[in-house]
């Protein structure tokens, strides 16, 4: 038997809701386009054009090994993420015990214990296909920088389109690396249910208001602010530049 109550619904709910409502406001919304993620997206499109004007590319690979390799130590992590899931799904009727015996106010059935670990469980696969994904569009974005016309050739209008296509691919992997790093934040959140859904409910809150600040309120978002209108100044140059060269 689940021996569930109101309030594991509505905790589950909860925290659906919110994960839900934050990702659709950051990625969707006129709000989410002064997040920190969407500052740091203009860089991009900056960065893709000054190698355009560089002969010399090797920092640019490097840098771009960096994010591949970071890509992938989450991947593997959320692999061993999964695995110790499994073990704790495997382990209820030795974990429960323990846990009854802390002064938490623990009370769930293994029904429950069990769906708890795998809704854990699906939050890891979820943020492993993100993190596969992310990785593989990274390989993608380092064979566009490979095939990036020559100084020379930057004012022409193939040039233009490929720095255009690298920045979206650019911003593609981006945007799925972060949605698996949202995930792991998450699933911090979910483990408050394994306590007790009051839990639950307060520490999906907290996960939300930590990754809320630290995109709009942060000081790495404040140092982001001035310099934003800067880069957009520059990109409105240098695309005014491609088009025009004899300027």
Not at 157 to 175: D, I, K, N
Not at 204 to 211: D, F, G, R, S, W
Request: charged residues 15%; aromatic residues 16%.
């Amino acid at each position: 038997m689940l021996n569930y109550s109101w309030i594991d619904v509505f905790a589950l709910g909860f925290f659906i809701l919110e994960w839900a409502a934050y990702a659709i406001t950051l990625e969707h919304s006129k709000y989410g386009r002064d997040s920190l993620s969407a500052r740091m997206h203009a860089y991009r499109e900056v960065w893709m054009r000054r190698l355009l004007a560089r002969e010399a590319r090797i920092v640019d690979t490097h840098i771009l090994t960096s994010l591949q390799n970071g890509t992938a130590w989450f991947a593997s992590t959320t692999l061993i993420a999964i695995g110790g899931s499994l073990a704790l799904l495997r382990a209820t009727n030795e974990v429960m015990p323990i846990m009854a015996n802390l002064p938490i106010g623990f009370n769930s059935s293994p029904g429950l214990w069990e769906i708890k670990c795998f809704g854990l469980i699906l939050i890891f696969v979820y943020a492993f296909f993100k993190f596969a994904w992310a990785y593989r569009l990274f390989n993608y974005v380092a064979i566009l920088v490979g095939a990036m016309p020559f100084a020379a050739d930057r004012h022409t209008p193939e040039a233009e389109a490929h720095v255009v296509r690298t920045t979206q691919m650019f911003g593609a992997a981006a945007r799925h690396f972060n949605r698996g790093q949202r995930a792991f934040f998450f699933a911090l959140g979910y483990l408050g249910w394994f306590v007790s859904p009051w839990v639950f409910i307060v520490s999906t809150a907290a996960v939300v208001v930590v990754t809320w600040r630290r995109q709009f309120a942060s000081s790495a978002w404040r140092a982001m602010g001035d310099d934003l209108q800067i880069a957009k100044k520059t990109l409105a140059e240098e695309k005014a530049s491609s088009r025009n060269p004899a300027a």
